[in-house]
């Protein structure tokens, strides 16, 4: 079996150094499936894998990027899986995307960091009672995976520049790659049931009537590309969470998984959160030039042909209250059991000093007492959604400052808030009531009147849509985002990332 070695050529490009790779990462990019997992020997995987192969190509043609399936595309492929430099740069048509079986390396001697069986080997087969519950979660982690690139698939005809297009379309390669990393599990560990789940996940499609993506915020439209950003800021970095604490888990081969997942994650929270800076840049930048103070003044700055910063908070609004539905009821059985299991941590489990298995602890959580929101103390293990929803607002609130330095900077007095986390919900304590973003409860006509102050109206909407126009000159951006500061892979500001013609 050959293994792969990195070219100097384009190594040039992105490294000091050749990056070393200790034996167990290289990457096998011989046969249809590259991987680190040693596939060209386990004959039973590899099969079901290149059986499995055609139907996903078949998904990638029929539900991914539209209109640029002939493109060549400035993407990046993991080589390896190290820490010091695991990408190449490439043009790619994206059908042809090596997507990979890719896990972390084995750390020797893990053993199980949490739950009832903290201390013990890490399991490198799934143990019999855990089967049911593992499967579960492959299976919802999967899901995701392929419903955003369907989510995204229309975003390619109004992308505002080749830079944004080719951020796009990696994004989305990867989405394809997590649902493998996903598969192979199945494939490997779970038999005929992973197999035909493994089908299922081409099968399901977002926002389908009959056979819809199994979590709410993967069947909602994505419409424009101020959606798409606040979805990578806020719904990938869900994603993010999820794989954090799917990365403590003690069955090995997920925790290697994930945390090689994390690794291509970051670049997607990157591209939501310089997404939004650029957007707020810019607006900024307009509001100076034509002398507009005021931040509401909604229909002066849209005549400037960019986007009010209060439409932005209602996007921000919307999608972060759909992503907090993504971590479930507040309080639950499912996370106590997968936690005692040692199937699924916390975030930062490894970092956290407390004894790892909860059992006489509590954890605050905001409840619905008597028509009004009370913090209330419950059993840790119950409320492990709610500690992940809230390192979730930790880590997005984190982001959220970081734009508003772009607003401190411009001297412009407005600032993007998080809504309280009682605003706009469907899952959980919150769901039977209306709150405002203050977290106010609002009886129903209150709710009505207010809502297009708080959520985009079907007028943002249209306005929004209407700055839709596709930008493809190789280095000119659309005039309601600013450029980036720094090119993909340090390419100059008039790279050509996407070759319409191929
Ligand atoms: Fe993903
Ligand atoms: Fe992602």
Redesign the pocket.
Known sequence: MRMTEISPAPLGRLFDREPRMPDGMKVDYDGLIPNNVGLSEDVRVRRALETWHPGYIDWWKTMGPEGFQEALVYLRTAVGVGAEGWARFDYVKMPDYRWGILLAPKVEGRTIPFGAHKGEPAWQEVPAECRAMLRRLLVIQGDTEPA?VEQQRHLGATAPSQYDLRNLFQ?NV??GR?LWAMVYLLQKYFGRDGREEAEELLRRRSGDADTPRMLGAFNERTPDWLSFFMF?FFT?RD?KMQLAALAQSGFDPLSRTCRFMLT??AH?MFVGETGIARIIQRTCEAMRGAGIDDPTDIDRVRALGVIDLPTIQKKANLHFSLTLDLFGSEISTNAANAFNAGIKGRYHEDRLTDDHQLLGDTYPVLRLKDGAIVREEVPALSSLNMRLRDDFVADAAAGVARWNRVLQRAEVPFRITLPHVAFNRRIGEFAVVHADCEGALLDDAAWAGRRETMLPSADDYRFVASLMQPVSERGAFAGWIAPPRIGIDNKPGDFEYVKIEG
Do not use: Q
């Open positions: 955003s994004v990867e989405e997590h990578t990938d994603g291509e994650e997607h």
